[in-house]
């Protein structure tokens, strides 16, 4: 990367990323644009699973291996792992991905579907589409907010959604970073900014477009190269106006690396 300025938009890997930027020669630029939020809520917990003990649902859905964990430490604070347990073994355990899959097989859960790589909903619907599901209970274990389009794919599907809360995203305690990232895209100073979540979009603009105004935002980011994670988060930088000028595939931060260099020599 030859000494160009990355910024990392990245929270919870921040520091993972930025050692893969410094690493291949690039100087990061952290902006944390995240913050996670423990949402579990207990009695909402008890109630879900005291409600299904007799009658599990149709399917589990399971997104994150850190929304995943909170959910079952819940359940063991609440004295109802096992019957959290014995709830699961009866009802069609799917996971999006590795993180979630590795945090069931720690608890002995057994996992009926996986979704394919890159893990997104697309994939996770085509693993579940034999799943009955009309008119039946259909349990999603919701992460930083709400996965828009696979509850609805599932309510198109008759499902009955209970969503289950773990964490949400929020705006970070320190918001200066982005602020300073929006004025050094401004005087042209960034050469790449990269994207790992869509949510980041949203809370760059509503930080950084709210101090200095989303089009001189905008215009501070078309000066730069655009790096994103994967489809979702490109999806949510074009509904902003911004160009793309790399994806990570398949959408890993191990993947990153390459698509930086990639975008920044195109």
């Known amino acids: ?56 649902p149709a399917l589990a859905i399971f997104q994150t291996g850190v929304g995943t964990r909170a959910l079952f430490e819940t359940a063991l604070e609440l004295g109802l792992a096992d019957t959290l347990a014995r709830m699961l073994d009866h009802t069609v355990v799917a996971v999006r991905g590795p993180k979630p899959t590795a945090v069931l097989r720690g608890q002995g859960v057994r996992i009926d579907r996986t979704a394919a790589a890159p893990y997104t909903t697309h994939e996770l619907l085509a693993a579940i589409a034999d799943v009955p599901i009309d008119g039946q209970p259909v349990l999603v274990q919701r992460y930083g907010e709400s ?36 004025a ?42 655009i790096v994103s994670i994967g489809p979702v988060c490109s999806d949510a930088l074009r509904a902003a ?16 690396v390459p698509t930086i260099e990639a975008a920044l020599a195109g």
């Open 1 to 56: 990367m030859n000494g160009q300025r990355i910024a990392i938009l990245e929270s919870r890997a921040a520091a993972q990323v930025a050692a893969l930027v410094q690493r291949y020669g690039g100087i990061p630029i952290s902006a944390p644009a995240l913050a996670e939020v423990a949402d579990t809520q207990p009695e909402l917990v008890r109630d879900l699973i005291e409600r299904h003990a007799a009658t599990p």
């Open 147 to 182: 996965n828009a389009s696979l509850n609805a794919a599932l309510e198109a599907r008759g499902a009955v959604l209970e969503e289950i809360p773990t964490y949400r995203w929020a705006l970070p305690e320190d918001t200066g970073p982005l602020l300073e990232l929006a």
């Open 184 to 225: 050094a895209l401004g005087r042209g100073e960034v050469d790449a900014v990269v994207f790992t979540s869509a949510s980041q979009v949203r809370n760059l603009f509503t930080v950084a477009g709210g101090a200095v105004g989303d089009d001189v935002l905008r215009d501070g980011l078309a000066k730069t190269k």
């Open 241 to 256: 106006g911004i160009r793309v000028d790399g994806e990570a595939s398949p959408p890993k931060l191990g993947f990153l």
